[in-house]
């Protein structure tokens, strides 16, 4: 096999569309990562095999040094192409964990590839928004349409706001304050500062009365970072009203799906039924391992 590295905007972003690649392995996720002092390597394996070699499969790889150990972490991946038989991808990994610096090499994977994990596997949560929009209702659980449909008859009203920093930094110290608290864990806040200053049109921020959320634009697939409500937003049902404008606007824009995130059943489960009742599929990962 051989692996080369992807330098090329969009070369890489070709690649993980047809994957529908998650963040992680997005190129402004690299981009980010770069402003925050890490490196990132994008890597592409070909089958060699053959007259023409051929892409099977991509990783883009996070990598920081610290106390002089070099860490090396693949989130989300690798990712492989149709192309890529099953009975090759443990030796794409492989191809993958030799081409990186000494150091020590961690993934989390979307199937396992290993046999000891690390963690327990994470559960994250999807919809498919190919599905025309009658659809989408109709697969969302009783109550939360009916949530949509009390927050509906009311005066509310869902803007789109421009994600300046001035604008995000009450959101984003909310989250700093949850995160602090250990109610969860997620990107830190600081991260989603950096990615309005390294790709701002990919970010979309909706509101309505004191409740916000926060999306990110991937190509062909989105993903849920940030919320908050207060009071009245939580009595009006404004975050059902606010997803359900979000799933339309970036369906219009070409997104075909969006992740919601992890699930964490028992220190948010109340974050895990909005979620799941929103008629999103739930699905396991693999724990995290060696490369």
């Not at 693949?74 to 990712?79: E, Q």
């Not at 961690?106 to 659809?135: F, H, K, N, Y």
């Not at 699930?263 to 060696?290: E, I, N, V, Y």
């Amino acid at each position: 096999m051989d692996v080369r590295q992807i330098s090329e905007c969009a070369t890489w972003e070709a690649l993980a569309d047809r994957v529908m690649a998650p963040l992680p392995q997005r190129w402004i996720y690299g981009e980010t990562a770069k402003r925050l002092g890490r490196e990132v390597r994008r890597l592409c394996i070909f089958d060699d095999t053959g007259p023409i070699a051929t892409p099977i499969a991509i990783a883009q790889i996070v990598m920081r040094t610290k106390f002089g150990m070099r860490t090396s972490l693949l989130t989300r991946g690798p990712l492989f192409l149709p192309e890529c038989p099953q009975h090759i991808q443990r030796a794409a990994l492989t191809s993958v964990r030799r081409a990186l610096p000494f150091g020590v090499h961690l993934m989390t994977c979307e199937t396992r590839l290993r046999r000891i994990g690390l963690t327990a596997a994470p559960e994250v949560v999807e919809l498919d928004l190919s599905q025309e929009l009658a659809s989408l209702r109709a697969g969302m659980h009783g109550k939360w349409r009916n949530a949509l449909k009390n927050a509906e008859s009311t005066r509310l009203k869902v803007a789109q706001l421009q994600p300046s920093p001035g604008v995000l930094m009450p959101l984003l110290r909310t989250e700093k304050s949850r995160q602090a608290k250990g109610r969860y864990r997620g990107l830190p806040p600081e991260f989603m500062l950096a990615v309005q200053d390294v790709a701002p049109k990919s970010l979309r921020l909706f509101s309505a009365s004191d409740a916000q959320m926060l999306f990110v634009i991937h190509g062909t697939s989105a993903s849920y970072q940030i919320g908050h409500t207060g009071s009245e937003g939580r009595a009006l049902n404004a975050h059902n009203l606010i997803l359900w404008e979000a799933i339309q606007r970036l369906k219009s824009e070409g997104v075909l799906r969006l992740d919601l995130g992890t699930l964490d059943r028992d220190k948010a489960s109340d974050l895990a039924r909005f979620k799941l009742r929103s008629g999103a599929q739930a699905r396991h990962l693999a724990p995290a391992a060696l490369m």
